[in-house]
């Protein structure tokens, strides 16, 4: 089974950077997803990590470390529209490919 | 990305009624997908994960005959939800895949409220 563990809830500051904490503990591992979701809407994908290192998309860096089961999810420059949970998901291996989510991490950015 | 439509975004039923929610992968052939449940505040759930023209597989706790999953072809995939109760009133949201694994493409997501 698949067991993934976030923060519940973090502030920042407008500008400021933010790192949201993933820790994980697996039967088998295929890739880390990170999603943003704001308030009744799907969630929309921001990254995906399978390897360890950092990948960097604009804003938003993700890092991985498989031997930890731990990621992070980078976001700079911060902007109140970033105001959303945060989704750490991982897929297992097991061929199905379906993604088990972590609580989510409710992100208030505050001017 | 690619672009996952799930229709309706909303609805209302009585209790006892019959809604379908339908998944429709709109640039790609999604060769599984996947359905969430999510309720307030908390995160999603997966109920099942269907594979065009074969049965799905539920999660265990998922009442298959509640939440009837039909995968006819590649790009649509529909979820039933039968005899609805106040309980079923949720987020429920639909995920595709294609044959490359670096994403899993949501659809808008459809609130159910069963009164």
């Known amino acids: 089974g698949q067991n993934i563990d976030q923060p519940t809830e973090m502030t920042a500051t407008e500008g400021a950077i933010v790192q949201i904490n993933c820790t994980y503990q697996t039967s088998g591992f295929n890739g880390l997803f990170w999603y943003q979701q704001h308030a009744g809407e799907a969630p929309t994908f921001l990254s995906y990590?399978?390897?360890?290192g950092l990948e960097e998309k604009g804003r938003f860096s993700s890092f991985l470390s498989r031997s930890k089961g731990y990621s992070y999810l980078l976001l700079k420059e911060l902007q109140m529209k970033d105001s959303a949970s945060y989704l750490c998901?991982?897929?297992?291996?097991?061929?199905?490919?379906?993604?088990?989510f972590g609580s989510g991490t409710r992100l208030q950015v505050q001017p | 990305g690619a672009v996952v439509s799930q229709h309706p975004s909303w609805v209302i039923c009585k209790s006892g009624t019959s809604v379908k929610i339908e998944c429709r992968s709109l640039d790609f052939q999604a060769t599984t997908m996947f359905w969430y449940r999510q309720f307030p505040k908390q995160s999603l759930m997966l109920m099942a994960t269907s594979n065009e023209g074969s049965k799905a597989t539920y999660e265990q706790g998922v009442e298959k005959d509640k939440f009837l999953i039909n995968h006819a072809s590649l790009t649509l995939s529909t979820l039933t939800v039968t005899s609805a109760h106040p309980e079923d009133s949720s987020f429920y949201i639909c995920s595709a895949q294609g044959r490359v694994d670096t994403e899993a493409f949501f659809g808008q997501g459809t609130r159910l409220t069963v009164v």
């Open positions: 990590n399978v390897l360890d």
């Open positions: 998901a991982v897929r297992d291996n097991t061929g199905r490919r379906a993604l088990t």
